[in-house]
């Protein structure tokens, strides 16, 4: 009897329910066991908010007797003169709105598919839907099964260990054949640790690897895949519905030649204004050091008022999100939230992606950052954030940042305007 479900068994269990038939009956003639057809009705149904022809979603108890008008004043772009109740957005602003859950979605079976009024109803739905559910599965089955799963506690026990012998002159397997009961995992693992710039040591302190040729394909390693729990771009939109308020800080890196210095962008995306710091290594504790290095010259207050929630992408240097929110004081003191966007979904964070076209302007694809400085860095910016934008009135990033928190705040961040006369978006500005 397997807890597998293919895609034949979820079309055949999303048609028993919409039959109405028992767990126990539909687990009979899908040989499996009432509880697996619970537990996969429970844990892939989807919460749908619709309504029914004429009548769009609206979970309010008074939604039959309601006669509101104009409940969102002169603003609302429906020309008639219907019932707000009508509205699809009566919900969000009518003062009167009370809630109404339909309790059914919590009881066997747990979905919505055989409700006999399902057609006269407007409230929040629980529908299982076999395509979904199946994608859905394999999404979580896949997930589970890739990437690397190793605390950040872990990380630093065998840092401890392994660095300080390396940087004597032993080899890995030498390290491995002496301390192999405190390692506590193979050789391999401590290489693969070494790839991904887990360690304070990189391959060129391995006298032998440093000279063989990379293969051409390695796989990806994510570290601790608990530290974006809690954090998804789902979880971002919660948090923004509670504080809509908020100021979005957006993150990502800018690389250059394979290998070499690479950039960490904060855009501020309510201003355009864009912060760039020059990094030897695409590492997460080059950037958890640029942001304490920031709050040491911010302070307390000014960083969390600056910096009061960051959205960025799922790169491995972003892996430590606590640090980033905490700092280095043993995680004591919350100084800001990291959420992180979808796989695959650059979009969610498109304002730092749509800035960066003027980074390229002055450093295109495939150039090598090796000759630059965190001086050029700055210039760069400088120039960038003095640039115009007709989405702020004509105004420049570095104005608009200024109007909201002041000028002497630019001024601890070492940015400066450039006179528009002035302003260069080209290669010819780093040229020595």
């Avoid at 022809?53 to 006669?67: E, L, T, V, Y």
């Avoid at 066997?108 to 629980?126: D, M, Q, T």
């Amino acid at each position: 009897m397997s807890k597998f479900f293919t895609y034949q068994d979820r079309l055949c269990l999303q048609k028993h329910l919409k039959d109405s038939l028992s767990f126990k009956e539909i687990a009979r003639r899908l040989d499996k066991n009432p509880t697996t057809i619970s537990r996969e009705v429970r844990k892939y149904s989807s919460c749908i908010a619709t309504g029914y022809p004429g009548f769009p979603f609206n979970s309010c108890k008074n939604r039959f007797d309601c006669r509101e008008k104009k409940v969102c004043g002169n603003q609302c772009t429906r020309k008639s003169n219907t019932y707000c109740k009508l509205c699809q957005s009566c919900n969000s602003n009518c003062t009167d709105f009370l809630e109404e859950i339909c309790m059914a979605r919590f009881h066997v079976p747990y979905a919505c598919n055989g409700c006999e009024i399902i057609g006269k109803c407007s409230l929040l739905k629980n529908i299982y839907d076999a395509e979904h559910a199946h994608i859905h599965a394999h999404e979580t089955i896949s997930s589970s099964r890739s990437g690397l799963c190793v605390s950040q506690a872990e990380v630093r026990r065998l840092n401890q260990i392994i660095t300080p012998l390396v940087k004597q002159g032993q080899s890995v397997n030498q390290i491995y054949m002496n301390h192999q009961d405190e390692l506590m995992c193979s050789e391999k693992t401590i290489y693969n640790y070494i790839d991904l710039c887990l360690f304070d040591i990189r391959n060129i302190d391995l006298p032998r690897k440093v000279k063989f040729r990379e293969r051409y394909k390695k796989p990806e390693f994510k570290v601790d895949k608990g530290c974006r729990i809690g954090r998804s771009y789902k979880d971002f939109c919660v948090f923004l519905e509670k504080t809509p308020d908020t100021n979005i800080v957006q993150m990502d890196s800018v690389i250059g030649e394979k290998g070499g210095k690479c950039l960490l962008t904060i855009h501020f995306v309510e201003c355009s204004f864009m912060l760039a710091f020059l990094r030897d290594a695409n590492t997460s504790k080059s950037v958890t050091d640029i942001y304490d290095k920031l709050y040491q010259t911010l302070g307390h207050e000014l960083f969390k008022k600056l910096f009061p929630v960051i959205l960025t992408d799922n790169g491995s240097e972003f892996s430590n999100p606590a640090a980033i929110e905490c700092g280095s004081d043993r995680y004591t003191v919350l100084k800001t939230r990291v959420f992180y966007c979808d796989t695959g979904s650059p979009y969610q964070k498109g304002a730092i992606e749509v800035n960066h076209e003027l980074i390229r302007r002055i450093l295109p694809k495939g150039t090598s950052f090796h000759n630059l400085t965190q001086a050029d860095i700055s210039l760069m910016m400088n120039h960038i954030n003095s640039y115009k934008r007709k989405k702020l009135n004509n105004r420049s990033p570095y104005e608009t940042f200024s109007f909201y928190h002041g000028e002497e705040v630019l001024e601890k961040l070492g940015c400066n305007p450039v006179a528009a006369g002035d302003i260069m978006l080209k290669p010819a500005l780093l040229k020595k």
